[in-house]
């Protein structure tokens, strides 16, 4: 079935540091994905998405590329802030009567001043 | 600026109660979601509705049934607790719009069950 797997956490870095957070997938046809944060005591907010081959999202200096030959949409930042600490999420839809969101395990990023 | 309210953030219940965890959305949307979330397991789908009184079983639907009798409202109800339903409850809900893939979430709802 469809499934997403994620790198495992927890990831620690120091401020400014260069952050990637790996993302793969196993789909049937062509899914959108997505990246998801869980800010601490808080429900999740979108971050960014790509609906099809080659779109990268972006948002608040995060990127990913949506790569369907490796079939992977891989999560970057140039330089982490302490506010980027955090649990992050990636996540591909289908649908199945609506539209279903499948969700890797999560990793958990601190950042340390 | 789009809101998903869950009636209560920390809940403690007994094993054998029944409970009832509520979600609320003003935003209209026709499709609404119940998650649990565990460590190491991400967030896994418990039922989702597409519309009013309609309902499809997710990925773990034992122990769980909802209800959708409006629109705005979603309630995930424990017919009978136990200590393996200990989790992170969340609620989500999205429009039925050509292009929009976005899930809105709540803050969530704690419960555990002792």
């Known amino acids: 079935g469809d499934s997403v797997t994620q790198m495992e956490g927890p990831v620690t870095l120091s401020e400014e540091a260069f952050l990637t957070i790996n993302c793969t997938y196993t789909?049937?046809?062509?899914?959108?994905l997505f990246w998801y944060v869980q800010y601490p005591g808080e429900g999740l907010q979108l971050l960014l998405k790509?609906?099809?081959?080659?779109d990268k999202g972006s948002n608040k200096g995060f990127e990913a590329t949506y790569r369907k030959e490796t079939t992977s949409f891989h999560l970057e930042k140039g330089s982490v802030q302490v506010s980027d600490s955090a649990v992050y999420f990636c996540?591909?839809?289908?649908?199945?009567?609506?539209?279903?969101?499948?969700f890797g395990q999560g990793t958990r990023l601190t950042i340390n001043p | 600026d789009v809101k998903v309210t869950q009636s209560s953030r920390y809940l403690v219940k007994r094993t054998g109660e029944k409970v009832f965890l509520e979600c609320v959305q003003d935003?209209?949307?026709?499709?609404m979601f119940w998650y649990r979330q565990d460590p190491g397991l991400g967030l896994r789908l418990i039922y989702f509705?597409?519309?009013?009184?309609?309902?499809e079983k997710g990925d773990i639907p034992e122990g769980y049934s909802v209800s959708r009798e409006k629109k705005e409202r979603f309630s995930l109800i424990l017919e009978s607790a136990s200590t393996n339903q200990t989790s992170m409850y969340l609620c989500?809900?999205?429009?039925?719009?050509?292009?929009?893939?976005?899930?809105?979430f709540g803050p969530g709802t704690r419960l555990t069950v002792l």
């Open positions: 935003m209209d949307h026709e499709n």
């Open positions: 996540a591909l839809s289908l649908f199945q009567g609506a539209q279903k969101l499948v």
């Open positions: 989500a809900s999205s429009p039925v719009l050509a292009g929009e893939l976005e899930q809105f």
């Open positions: 509705s597409y519309d009013v009184k309609m309902k």
């Open positions: 790509a609906t099809k081959a080659d």
């Open positions: 789909a049937t046809g062509y899914p959108s």
